[in-house]
Every structure is written in C-alpha cells, then in structure tokens.
T-cell receptor
Framework: GQQLNQSPQSMFIQEGEDVSMNCTSS?????WLWYKQDPGEGPVLLIA?????ELTSNGRLTAQFGITRKDSFLNISASIPSDVGIYFC???????????FGQGTTLQVKP | GAVVSQHPSWVICKSGTSVKIECRSL??????MFWYRQFPKQSLMLMAT?????????EQGVEKDKFLINHASLTLSTLTVTSAHPEDSSFYIC???????????FGNGTRLTVT
C-alpha cells in the first residue's frame, strides 16, 4: 500500500531559528498538503501544492512539491512560540478528496 | 469562511453503550464527508467516506457494524460508535467538502473516552 514517511518525528528549537521538515511517498500523487494541528483541535491547512516543482509561501512558511512528485518539504523561518504544534503532510486525491497523513512532526519552540 | 462543526467536543461513556458524534457543515453543502480517528501521539487515519444519500465506504480494517455512519442531509453526517469499549477511546475528526474539487475543511474533533 501507499507509504508516506515524514521526518523528523520531533524538533525542539530556540525561538528565531528556522525549521525544516519533509515527507516522501512511495507513489506519485497530484496534491501535497501541509497541516498544523494544535492540541485537542482539528488540523488546519497551511499550504496546498498541486504542481511538481511548485514553491509556495504563506507568511513565514514555505513549502515545495518535489520534481519527482514523491516528496515535499515545509520550512518555517524565524520561529515563534505560537508555531508550537504538530505538523502533518498529507497526500490528496482531487477526485476522491481522501487524504493520507504523514506521521507528523512535533515542534516545540523555546522562548 | 467555510466552517465544519463537530458535536460534542468531548464525551465520556461507559463500556457497552453507544455514542453519536455529529459533523455539520455550517455555510456550505457537503456532498462528501470523511471520518478520521487519531490515537494519542499518532497520525490521523481515515475510517470512512460518507456520501450524502448513499452508504458510507469504509477503509480496510474498519468495522462498518461498529462505526455506523449516516449522511442524511447535505449538511450533516453522524458517526455512531456502537457498544463502545475502552480501546475505542480516541480523537474522532470529520472533514467535509462541497462538490467538484472544492477544498476540504476539518472539524475540531471529538474526544471520546470509554470507561
């Protein structure tokens, strides 16, 4: 079946540092999504990528859809305490709407 | 913006009882809704796809007789956990989308604890 690997599993950084996390899949999908989940809440969409090679920014967040269509990364620049949470990559099918989530990266930011 | 509301946000029930969780799309018609389950420190796992007016499609390994899904209207889907057991304790999250390739919106989840 579909394999989706996300790394790192967790990160503990100092406020102001940049962060990078990535996902790789065993198959090609046409949509990569990045979500953030705060404790006890549902995931919130950060960035959606639809095209191989696409680089998209949302404030301090930047994500890219790999050329091979099997990987994606998310960068957070100049981290702040409210960036704390769990970040998930997800593969999507525009036809069915079904999503496969990565294992998540737990981010902790020390003020 | 589009909002998906789940109710209740948390529920505690005794083993053997049934619990119903509601997922509502507040400002759009959701032709498709999805139900996910998330155990502590784990990722979201898709349980089933719910289409308005038809039977839900369950993912492999999810018992359809235990997790009853009803999508009776374009704004409401319900998930009923029947004869709940402690191992059913989890965070249940729904998502909803309108027609075509419209974006997906997630609810805020329901924390189920079975004692």
């Amino acid at each position: 079946g579909q394999q989706l690997n996300q790394s790192p599993q967790s990160m503990f950084i100092q406020e102001g540092e940049d962060v990078s996390m990535n996902c790789t899949s065993s198959s090609i999908f046409n949509t990569w999504l990045w979500y953030k989940q705060d404790p006890g809440e549902g995931p919130v969409l950060l960035i959606a990528l639809y095209k191989a090679g696409e680089l998209t920014s949302n404030g301090r967040l930047t994500a890219q859809f790999g050329i091979t269509r099997k990987d994606s990364f998310l960068n957070i620049s100049a981290s702040i305490p409210s960036d704390v949470g769990i970040y998930f990559c997800a593969l999507g099918s525009s036809n069915t709407g079904k999503l496969i989530f990565g294992q998540g990266t737990t981010l902790q930011v020390k003020p | 913006g589009a909002v998906v509301s789940q109710h209740p946000s948390w529920v505690i029930c005794k083993s053997g009882t049934s619990v119903k969780i509601e997922c509502r799309s507040l400002d759009f018609q959701a032709t498709t809704m999805f139900w996910y389950r998330q155990f502590p420190k784990q990722s979201l796992m898709l349980m089933a796809t719910s289409n308005e007016g038809s039977k839900a499609t369950y993912e492999q390994g999810v018992e359809k007789d235990k997790f009853l899904i009803n999508h009776a209207s374009l704004t409401l889907s319900t998930l009923t956990v029947t004869s709940a057991h402690p191992e059913d304790s989890s965070f249940y999250i729904c998502s909803a989308r309108g027609g075509g390739s419209s974006p997906l919106h997630f609810g805020n989840g329901t924390r189920l604890t079975v004692t």
